[in-house]
Structure formats: structure tokens, C-alpha cells
């Protein structure tokens, strides 16, 4: 069964770094979703990307973070400066459809901002 | 500001003892209401979408159902692999997009 691919799975890092997250959707998915669960604490919605650019985005998504679709087959999360309250799980999905919440999640990153 | 509270928190059974998940929420135009299943150190994966009162889905041991103010999530003879975290989440539009509130889960717990 297809499934998405996240890479690296660990990541640590210094504050103040920048990192990128990288995901390999479903390939005939066409909408990338990252999202971050901080331990503890609900899963949350940063980011959709549909036709090569970003279609929703939340409150936590701000100036520091961007995305990209930089081939046919990944696509990325860059935080530019890290902050200690980065740390969490990042999730990739993906679907086939907009409007839907039947995602394909990846197993996720987890970053460690020391 | 949109809320889905889950309840309980945590949830014992015994394999075949059946129960019920809730899902409550206040929200201002549900687009759809959904539950995943969470292993630890995994993503969630997609079980069902429910979109208006009255809906129910069904998928082996589960089935969901839905009002104006709650979702069930209904377990019927659990087996130790519908042991993980269940989450809930709504859909709901905001400033012309949409946008997907979580809630806090429900760990569940089938003891042999």
C-alpha cells in the first residue's frame, strides 16, 4: 500500500538554526498537509499546498516557516530560526482530494531544539 | 473559538467489552467531523467522516455516529489491536478557507 515518507525521523538541533523537514507524498496525491502535534498536546494544523502553493495556512504559521515543492516527488518544511517551542512531531499528509480529511499521514519527525 | 473535547481521557477494557468514545464540539459551521486512530510514534490514520446529524459509518469493530452537538465512537467486542489514542477532529471555515480542530484524544487501552 502506498504510504508517505518522512525523512529524517529524528532531528535535534541548535535554537536559532534553520532545519527542513522533507516528505515524499502518495504520488498521485495532489494536497500536502504539514501538521505538528507537541507532546502532550492535540494535533495541529500548520499548512496545506495544493498547484504549487499554499492554500490555507494557521495562526502558528508564520514568518519562519515555509514550504516547498522543489520536484514531482517531495516536498518540505523549513523553519528559518529555530525557536525551544518548535520542538514537536511533524507530520506530512497528503490526499488525493481537497476539502477532505481523509489524509495519509506520514510516521512523522520529531525535532528536538536544544 | 471552535472546541472538541474528548472523553474520556483514558479507557480500560477487557477484550469484548464493548463501550463509547465522545467527541463533543462547539463550532460555527461544521464542513465535517472526523475520527483517526494514533498508534504511539506513528501519524494518525483516517477512519471515518461524518458530515451531518444522524450519519453513521461503520468499519469492522467500529462505528460512528453523529448529532448536532457530539460523535460517538462506538467499540464493539474490542480486540488488544484496537488498543491506541482515538482523535477526533472538525472542519470548519474561516475567512473563506477552512480550517481542522483537534481534540486531545481518547487513549484506549484492551487487555487481553
Known amino acids: 500500500e502506498p504510504e508517505v515518507t518522512q525523512t529524517p525521523s529524528h532531528q535535534v538541533t541548535q535554537m536559532g538554526q534553520e532545519v527542513i523537514l522533507r516528505c515524499v507524498p502518495i504520488s498521485n496525491h495532489l494536497y500536502f498537509y504539514w501538521y505538528r502535534q507537541i507532546l502532550g498536546q492535540k494535533v495541529e494544523f500548520l499548512v496545506s499546498?495544493?498547484?504549487?502553493?499554499?492554500?490555507?495556512k494557521s495562526e502558528i504559521f508564520d514568518d519562519q516557516f515555509s514550504v516547498e515543492r522543489p520536484d514531482g516527488s517531495n516536498f518540505t518544511l523549513k523553519i528559518r530560526s529555530t525557536k525551544l517551542e518548535d520542538s514537536a512531531m511533524y507530520f506530512c499528509?497528503?490526499?488525493?482530494?481537497?476539502?477532505?480529511?481523509?489524509?495519509?499521514f506520514g510516521s512523522g519527525t520529531q525535532l528536538s531544539v536544544l | 473559538e471552535d472546541q472538541v473535547t474528548q472523553s474520556p481521557e483514558a479507557l480500560r477494557l477487557q477484550e469484548g467489552e464493548s463501550s463509547s468514545l465522545n467527541c463533543s464540539y462547539t463550532?460555527?459551521?461544521?464542513?465535517?467531523l472526523f475520527w483517526y486512530r494514533q498508534d504511539p510514534g506513528k501519524g494518525p490514520e483516517f477512519l471515518f467522516t461524518l458530515y451531518s446529524a444522524g450519519e453513521e459509518k461503520e468499519k469492522e469493530r467500529l462505528k460512528a455516529t453523529l448529532t448536532k452537538k457530539e460523535s460517538f465512537l462506538h467499540i464493539t467486542a474490542p480486540k488488544p489491536e484496537d488498543s491506541a489514542t482515538y482523535l477526533c477532529a472538525v472542519r470548519t471555515p474561516l475567512k473563506g478557507y477552512q480550517k481542522v480542530t483537534f481534540g486531545t484524544g481518547t487513549k484506549l487501552q484492551v487487555i487481553p
Open positions: 499546498f495544493y498547484n504549487n502553493e499554499i492554500s490555507e
Open positions: 499528509a497528503s490526499s488525493l482530494q481537497g476539502g477532505t480529511e481523509k489524509l495519509f
Open positions: 463550532v460555527s459551521g461544521l464542513r465535517g
